[in-house]
């Protein structure tokens, strides 16, 4: 499906924002500012905003409607039974345990669960995962599924954990403290993982004693995405395909600004009482009182709707459409992209777009760079910048996440130009140098220049 025939988007537009697009030399100007770090780039000038999927979706009539009718009590408030009922319905997890975001529900179930040199294993943990593992002095594996780092690989279900390496690794990795996937896996191309693979992980996970957990920020898309093409799951919804897989589990983390449809929070969900009464001494401690930790009234009431809305068929259905229909345009206008299409973002596939831009030159963050200057598009690079320890055979992409329903047809259109302009003059692209940037989580704050 290209752009021109997606169908209409199943909702209407009441309030708007204006944005605006640059003279091509301001926005030169203003890169060259901000370090050549769209992070740094101030958000009011940027034209299409596909730096992240993440707290900047459009919330729903009903959710702003619950904003105003939410319950601002520090302790049980209504708004938290609301919350801890929606989390349960969609999850079939007990214990809720809410955050302020995804990576606060990392940081606390990992201070509770591991120690230096422990291990996590995992399809692929994205970039404050790792992080959160890792500033504990323990280790992070990634196995993904081959496919997934072939991005000419068409395989429509490969975001799982490769299954006999997760065997070998639980032998040879007797530390190893928690199996993770994600889902979708976000640093590989947005690519679901298939029920088949989290039930096999589930069943390595039980005969070597390791709790599985789920990082669930997109696991409305992952249901949809495995509705659409997993034989396993055919003519089930979305909410049946999610539950299936978190009954596999021991547990999600959930950053819930993506598919909470929220603007800010997260959760941890689990089925062990004693060890979400451990998590919560923590909780207390550093995020806030267990009924709303570090949350206010009125986003646990907007995720509480949002997160069965992720699960409404047409929205999810339109949501896919999207990315489908960019990823389709790209393709059609000559740029690399990661096939087939995820369920969040299109990820160009910036290392076989720029050839003669080495990794160490980072092509994802100058194809990034380049759709700012050429349209003021800002994406995200996920490679080599974001990533510095590359697993073997790591892909250089740049990712172009598009908001719940923020965008039409018609500024992907203007995305679709802005990245085939780039791809026709390609040769001019050299790649970037970082000046300074800090030891952990770079992508965020490096300063680069033009190679
Ligand atoms: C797969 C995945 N897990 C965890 C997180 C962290 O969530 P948050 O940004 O809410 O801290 C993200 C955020 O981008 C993510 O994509």
């Known amino acids: 499906m290209l752009l021109p025939d997606l169908?209409?988007?199943p909702y209407r537009i009441r309030s708007v924002e204006r944005i605006r697009l640059l003279p091509r030399e301001e926005r030169l100007r203003l890169l060259r500012e901000a370090g050549y770090n769209l992070f740094r780039v101030r958000a009011r000038d940027v034209f299409i905003d596909l730096l992240t999927d993440s707290g900047t979706g459009a919330m729903s009539d009903r959710q702003w409607a619950a904003l105003m009718a939410a319950d601002e009590s520090y302790a049980s408030s209504e708004s938290w039974f609301r919350f801890e009922a929606a989390v349960r319905e969609v999850t079939g997890f007990p214990e809720v345990i809410p955050t302020h975001q995804g990576r606060a529900a990392e940081r606390l179930l990992f201070e509770t669960i591991l120690k230096k040199d422990d291990v996590v294993v995992s399809n692929a943990l994205f970039d404050t995962t790792r992080a959160n593992v890792e500033r504990l002095g323990a280790h992070?594996?990634?196995?993904?599924?081959?496919?997934?780092l072939a991005p000419l690989d068409e395989s429509p279900l490969k975001g799982g954990v490769q299954l006999d390496a997760l065997e070998k690794t639980l032998v040879a990795q007797p530390r190893t403290r928690a199996i993770v996937l994600t889902a979708t896996a976000n640093s590989l191309g947005g690519h679901p993982v298939p029920l088949a693979n989290v039930a096999a992980a589930a069943r390595i996970a039980r005969r070597a004693g390791v709790p599985l957990f789920i990082d669930a920020a997109r696991f409305a898309q992952n249901a949809g995405l495995l509705a659409r093409r997993d034989p396993a799951c055919?003519?089930?919804?979305?909410?049946?395909?999610?539950?299936?897989?978190?009954?596999?589990?021991?547990?999600?983390?959930?950053?819930?600004?993506?598919?909470?449809?929220?603007?800010?929070g997260g959760f941890l969900a689990l089925r062990d009482p004693a060890l979400a009464e451990r998590v919560r001494a923590g909780?207390?401690?550093?995020?806030?009182f267990t009924t709303y930790g570090g949350l206010a009234g009125r986003d646990l009431d907007a995720i509480a709707i949002g997160l069965r809305e992720a699960l409404d068929e047409t929205l999810l259905a339109a949501r896919l459409d999207q990315v489908a229909a960019l990823h389709a345009q790209l393709r059609a206008a000559g740029v690399a992209v990661v096939s087939p299409a995820?369920?969040?973002?299109?990820y160009v596939d910036a290392g076989r777009l720029l050839p003669h831009v080495p990794r160490a030159r980072f092509p994802g963050h100058a194809v990034a760079c380049a759709a700012?200057?050429?349209?003021?598009?800002?994406?995200c690079e996920v490679g080599s910048l974001m990533f510095p320890e590359p697993v073997p055979g790591q892909l250089e992409l740049t990712r172009l996440?598009?908001?719940?329903?923020?965008?039409?047809?018609s500024h992907l259109a203007?995305?679709?130009?802005?990245?085939?302009?780039?791809a026709a003059g390609r040769e001019k692209l050299s790649g970037y140098r970082i000046v300074s940037a800090p030891a952990a989580l770079r992508h965020f704050r490096a300063v680069l220049a033009p190679a």
């Open 7 to 9: 169908p209409p988007e």
């Open 140 to 148: 992070g594996i990634d196995l993904p599924d081959p496919a997934a």
């Open 234 to 264: 055919e003519g089930w919804s979305p909410a049946k395909i999610a539950r299936a897989i978190f009954d596999l589990a021991d547990g999600c983390l959930v950053s819930a600004k993506k598919d909470g449809l929220g603007h800010i």
């Open 283 to 288: 909780l207390v401690a550093t995020e806030g």
């Open 342 to 346: 995820g369920g969040h973002a299109v």
């Open 372 to 379: 700012y200057e050429e349209g003021g598009v800002r994406g």
């Open 401 to 409: 996440a598009i908001p719940w329903r923020t965008y039409t047809a």
């Open 414 to 422: 203007h995305v679709a130009r802005t990245l085939g302009e780039i």
